[in-house]
């Protein structure tokens, strides 16, 4: 072996070491980074989707005083903590007393299932199952209890669970909104920074378009699909709460999943309508009232998507149903809002990448005879 060979060998493995021990430092301070955010990836993330969503209403708000955007940031957050946070905390209590009560009633057996009507046993595939195990709970409800202990455990558990994180998820909300003012009050620092991230990734060219892609998709849906499921519930909640129906934060819950379903809310307002009349519990004038209320409530989806559907990039529902139901297993109520909004940006930067044509990132070269 010659002594330039030798010397070009020391010299590979004196580089290569040095690579290896700069990469391991790096996934080192990464891993580290990651652990120590984690705890609040979710608050955050909520918080810079609320921002971003908000702040076409906040820049407005801030050159009406005067371009005071932090005064305009904290005016925005009280009022939207006034105007949604409190009807959220009421109906977050009113679902987590109703699960609690259910479930407590599931593993003592206090309650009574009424009897299934003949038609149960003629729905297709699982009709008469259904009639089966219905009329057996119905007929003998302490026999069908103790013949289904350990199923009800784990219902009564998953109850209580789902109980505590609603309570959970009202308070992220508040933090959330907290977390939305400051960045709002620093919204052109952060816009500029994220424009400098996404070229940094890309290139000055695409970063810019990238980023615009990705702020428009964020507003879209955060405001055109969860937003409006999300006002709706708390509209028909509260509706639900003050008519004296039962379980309001409950079928405030399907309210929402009914909206990011894009199915009308008026398959739940009708027969929350239909109850209040039957039970003769209130006089005509207010079953009049309310009824008026919930069926504007209920079609207010009609007035509310024009108006916040038209801005930024419409995603595929498909995309952000599966996001939005992904994130809520993972992730809880937190995750039923964050989940399709990010997955339906990771879907829109993914298409800017597809579609765009190969020639236009490829370096040009001149052409030689």
Same mark, same amino acid.
């Given at each position: 072996?010659?002594?330039?060979?030798?010397?070009?060998?020391?010299?590979?493995?004196?580089?290569?070491?040095?690579?290896?021990?700069?990469? $391991?430092?790096?996934?080192?301070?990464?891993?580290?980074?990651?652990?120590?955010?984690?705890?609040?990836?979710?608050?955050?993330?909520?918080?810079?989707?609320?921002?971003?969503?908000?702040?076409?209403?906040?820049?407005?708000?801030?050159?009406?005083?005067?371009?005071?955007?932090?005064?305009?940031?904290?005016?925005?957050?009280?009022?939207?903590?006034?105007?949604?946070?409190?009807?959220?905390?009421?109906?977050?209590?009113?679902?987590?007393?109703?699960?609690?009560?259910?479930?407590?009633?599931?593993?003592?057996?206090?309650?009574?299932?009424?009897?299934? +009507?003949?038609?149960?046993?003629?729905?297709?595939?699982?009709?008469?199952?259904?009639? %089966?195990?219905? %009329?057996?709970?119905?007929?003998?409800?302490?026999?069908?209890?103790?013949?289904?202990?350990?199923? &009800? =455990?784990?219902?009564?558990? =998953?109850?209580?669970?789902?109980?505590?994180?609603?309570?959970?998820?009202? &308070?992220?909300?508040?933090?959330?909104?907290?977390?939305?003012?400051?960045?709002?009050?620093?919204?052109?620092?952060?816009?500029?920074?994220?424009?400098?991230?996404? %070229?940094?990734?890309?290139?000055?060219? +695409?970063?810019? +378009?990238?980023? =615009?892609?990705?702020?428009?998709?964020? +507003?879209?849906?955060?405001?055109?699909?969860?937003?409006?499921?999300?006002?709706?519930?708390?509209?028909?909640?509260?509706?639900?709460?003050?008519?004296?129906?039962?379980?309001?934060?409950? &079928?405030?819950?399907?309210?929402?999943?009914?909206?990011?379903?894009?199915?009308?809310?008026?398959?739940?307002?009708?027969?929350?309508?239909?109850?209040?009349?039957?039970?003769?519990?209130? %006089?005509?004038?207010?079953?009049?009232?309310?009824?008026?209320?919930?069926?504007?409530?209920?079609?207010?989806?009609?007035?509310? =998507?024009?108006?916040?559907? *038209?801005?930024?990039?419409?995603?595929?529902?498909?995309?952000?149903?599966? *996001?939005?139901?992904?994130?809520?297993?993972? $992730? $809880?109520?937190?995750?039923?809002?964050?989940?399709?909004?990010?997955?339906?940006?990771?879907?829109?930067?993914?298409?800017?990448?597809?579609?765009?044509?190969?020639?236009?990132?490829?370096?040009?070269?001149?052409?030689?005879?």
């Amino acid at each position: 072996m010659s002594a330039n060979e030798a010397m070009l060998r020391k010299m590979l493995s004196r580089d290569l070491m040095e690579t290896l021990i700069h990469f $391991g430092l790096i996934v080192f301070l990464v891993i580290i980074c990651a652990r120590v955010f984690a705890p609040f990836a979710n608050l955050m993330l909520w918080g810079l989707i609320l921002a971003v969503a908000l702040e076409p209403l906040n820049g407005a708000l801030a050159r009406h005083m005067g371009g005071r955007r932090g005064l305009a940031a904290t005016v925005l957050t009280v009022a939207g903590l006034l105007l949604l946070g409190v009807p959220t905390i009421m109906l977050g209590e009113s679902f987590a007393t109703h699960v609690k009560e259910l479930a407590a009633a599931a593993h003592q057996g206090t309650f009574h299932i009424p009897s299934p +009507r003949p038609g149960v046993a003629e729905w297709p595939i699982v009709g008469e199952k259904v009639h %089966s195990v219905w %009329s057996s709970a119905s007929d003998n409800l302490p026999a069908f209890l103790s013949q289904n202990q350990d199923q &009800l =455990k784990e219902l009564s558990r =998953k109850g209580l669970a789902a109980a505590a994180g609603t309570a959970v998820a009202v &308070l992220l909300f508040i933090g959330a909104m907290v977390i939305a003012a400051i960045m709002l009050a620093y919204a052109q620092t952060g816009s500029s920074a994220m424009t400098r991230i996404f %070229s940094r990734l890309t290139d000055p060219v +695409r970063g810019p +378009r990238m980023q =615009k892609l990705a702020t428009a998709t964020v +507003r879209s849906v955060a405001a055109g699909v969860i937003g409006v499921a999300f006002i709706q519930a708390i509209l028909l909640g509260m509706g639900f709460m003050f008519a004296g129906i039962p379980a309001a934060g409950v &079928l405030a819950l399907i309210v929402m999943f009914l909206g990011i379903l894009q199915v009308p809310a008026l398959l739940v307002t009708l027969p929350a309508i239909a109850w209040l009349w039957m039970s003769g519990d209130g %006089s005509t004038t207010s079953n009049i009232a309310f009824t008026i209320y919930l069926g504007i409530a209920g079609m207010a989806d009609n007035v509310l =998507k024009p108006l916040l559907l *038209g801005r930024g990039v419409d995603a595929p529902m498909p995309v952000i149903l599966i *996001g939005a139901l992904g994130g809520m297993v993972a $992730g $809880g109520i937190i995750g039923l809002f964050v989940g399709g909004v990010v997955l339906a940006v990771g879907y829109q930067l993914f298409m800017e990448w597809v579609d765009e044509p190969l020639d236009a990132a490829a370096p040009h070269t001149p052409e030689h005879p």
